[in-house]
């Protein structure tokens, strides 16, 4: 019996449900090292912004109990430079490009996503409107209204799907989730990470020059899998479920919970082919439990009234 | 062909060489035979709850065996962990990883600095050399410590049949003092046709680089960063270049000219 590992959302198929999240696969070129990037289901690059970024000045990043902060501070190579340099050598796999765009105003994405939306390879975009690291990015990440307002300006101008990336650092993520729907985003991705922040007891200094950072790994696993299934219920639009995923288990923990599909983070760094694993895996389970698609699994919870 | 892989290898010696340092040799790791000094491994150490990988230095390699050496000292919580591993136990790995150096020129003396954990990419690095065609006697190294404790096999490099000079900052072995005193007369000796590698504690190559800019000695150095992902791609391990921006050690480097990256 052949296994079908393919999803779909929002009309365009991946070959499975298995993508890489942003910030934490660059823009492809270093994995493609260690494996072919036709095999993802899709590959999401590190959030661009109209001009490039150098970030924050390092220590950038932090060891955690079970996972990491960070506060890279949206370095990135820039729009002009992504589509010039970067989007081409993505050419080559076959694998969905989703390309993630970060701005401090709604005009920002605007501009952004219309010089993508004449890039055939750029097949989606992710809007991030959570990255916690830079202060100004965050307004939208937070309101309902400016979520929506963001989502729909960003519609007018970008033909293909589009993705919009929820932070948990919100009271209720379910009304940012509607408010995106309705402003017209094919797709919600979460979560984005958590605030944090660690100290180091000789310097009294913080660990990271941000003073603070995002968390992420495997510590926010059970965070995002309570937002993905709260979302779930509140919206018609595919879930694309994001935080500490490692193992094929913690991919179909999202999947019974309602994501349609899902990406890696964090776990790329201590083990950067987790995605051909996790497909292997992913597999095995299927067969061994005499499913014949991954669809099945997605939204099965079996909650307790 | 994956140029990097990740892989599972087993310990297939461990030895303490005492005053907390040891030697580990793992195999197999398919790619030895593509090894190039100054390339490290990134190794996941299990049963010690630390998250990340650690880098370490490939400090030799076997290509008719595919066995790798690293060369460690204990820090830490990763490191403290290693140490206590046994042969025949796991260990993933990721590499090889990293740059390499630039070879020198015929007219020119390799100067190469280690400075205390330092010394395993300088000891492959003459290794190569020797292997490339370079007379071992043409090679200077430099090898120093805090103490005697700190100058780790140095019989091995002994039998290459470098120049080797030694220093502790206590005495306790071979010069007294900093490994830049010997250096700067050996600047001084042959003006104009040393080329330098360096690698150890930051302090000693920021001395180094300065004494290198100063006098207009060609070189390189190999530098450390905390490597969340040693891929490069978490952009965590980044170091500012004095042109500006920042260079990730663990892909762009650990190798740079000197003067390239603000110490
Ligand atoms: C490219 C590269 C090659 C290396 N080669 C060797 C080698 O051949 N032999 C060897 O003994 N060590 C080497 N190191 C250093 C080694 O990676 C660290 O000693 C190790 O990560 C410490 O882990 P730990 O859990 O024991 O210590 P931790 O508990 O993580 O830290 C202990 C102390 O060491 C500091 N530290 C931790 N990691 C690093 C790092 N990567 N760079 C600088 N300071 C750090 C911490 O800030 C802390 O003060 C190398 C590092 C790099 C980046
Ligand atoms: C080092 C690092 C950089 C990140 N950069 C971005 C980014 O540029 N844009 C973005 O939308 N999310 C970024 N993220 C968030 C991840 O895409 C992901 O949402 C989050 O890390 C949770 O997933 P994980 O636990 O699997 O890592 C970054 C995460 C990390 C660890
Ligand atoms: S350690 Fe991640 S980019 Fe260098």
Do not use: W
Request: glycine content about 10%; some cysteine; overall charge neutral.
């Amino acid at each position: 019996m052949s296994i079908d590992l393919s999803v779909n959302i929002a009309g365009v198929e991946f070959k499975n449900p298995i993508l890489t999240a942003s910030g934490t696969c660059g823009y492809g070129e270093e994995l493609a090292d260690l494996f072919s990037l036709s095999r993802l289901g899709g590959i999401v690059t590190k959030s661009i912004t109209v001009k490039p970024r150098l970030g924050h000045p390092p220590p950038r990043t932090a060891e955690t109990e079970s996972g990491m902060l960070n506060a890279i501070g949206l370095a990135n190579v820039g729009v002009d430079e992504f589509i010039e340099k970067k989007l081409p050598f993505l050419e080559k796999f076959d694998t969905v490009v989703v390309v993630n765009v970060a701005g401090a105003k709604i005009q920002e994405y605007v501009e952004i996503c219309t010089r993508l939306a004449d890039c055939p390879r750029a097949d989606m975009v992710e809007l991030n409107f959570s990255c916690p690291n830079v202060e100004e990015g965050m307004g939208i990440a937070t309101s309902a209204v400016l979520a929506e307002r963001a989502v729909a300006e960003v519609k007018k101008v970008f033909g293909g799907p589009v993705i919009a990336k929820l932070s948990p650092n919100v009271t209720d993520i379910a009304e940012i989730a509607q408010a995106c729907e309705s402003g017209g985003a094919d797709a919600v991705s979460l979560i984005n990470t958590l605030v944090g922040m660690a100290v180091d007891i000789e310097t009294f200094r913080p660990r990271l020059t941000n003073n603070t950072g995002g968390l992420s790994g495997p510590a926010i696993k059970p965070v995002a899998l309570a937002m993905v299934h709260k979302v779930y219920q509140a919206v018609k639009i595919p879930i694309v479920g994001i935080g500490g995923i490692a193992t094929a288990d913690d991919v179909i923990e999202f999947l019974l919970c309602g994501a349609a599909a899902i990406e890696i983070g964090t776990a790329l760094f201590v083990e950067p082919d987790t995605p051909v694993k996790i497909a292997r895996d992913l597999k095995k389970y299927l067969s061994k439990n005499k499913f014949d698609s991954v669809k099945q699994l997605i939204g099965q919870l079996r909650i307790y009234s | 062909m994956s140029r990097i892989v990740v892989e599972d290898v087993s310990i297939t010696k461990i030895s303490d060489l005492k005053r907390g340092y040891f030697r580990l040799n793992i195999a197999p790791f398919s790619k030895a035979a593509k090894v190039k000094p100054g390339q490290f491994v990134h190794v996941q150490i299990p049963g010690c709850g630390v998250y990340f990988r650690r880098a370490f230095s490939i400090y030799n390699f076997n290509a008719a065996d595919g066995s790798i050496e690293i060369l460690f000292k204990v820090v830490g919580r990763g490191t403290a962990c290693l140490a206590k591993c046994r042969r025949g136990d796991r260990l993933g790995i990721v590499g090889p990883l990293g740059n390499t150096f630039r070879f020198p020129l015929k007219k020119e003396t390799p100067v190469l600095i280690a400075g205390g954990v330092g010394f395993p990419p300088m000891y492959l690095l003459a290794v190569h050399m020797i292997e490339k065609g370079f007379e071992g006697e043409r090679i200077v190294f430099l090898y120093g410590g805090n103490t005697k404790d700190d100058l780790v096999d140095i019989s091995r490099i002994r039998k290459l049949g470098v120049e080797l000079i030694l220093t502790t900052m206590d005495g306790s072995y071979g010069q007294k003092g900093l490994i830049t005193e010997p250096l700067k007369r050996i600047i001084d000796d042959r003006c104009g046709k040393v080329r330098l590698y360096a690698c150890g504690p930051e302090g000693m190559l920021q001395a180094v680089d300065t004494l290198a800019c100063d006098n207009d000695v060609p070189g390189q150095m190999s530098l450390e960063a905390p490597m969340p992902c040693g891929v490069g791609i978490c952009l965590g391990c980044v170091r500012p270049l004095r042109e500006g921006g920042y260079t990730r050690v663990c892909r762009d480097g650990p190798v740079y000219n000197f003067g390239e990256v603000l110490l």
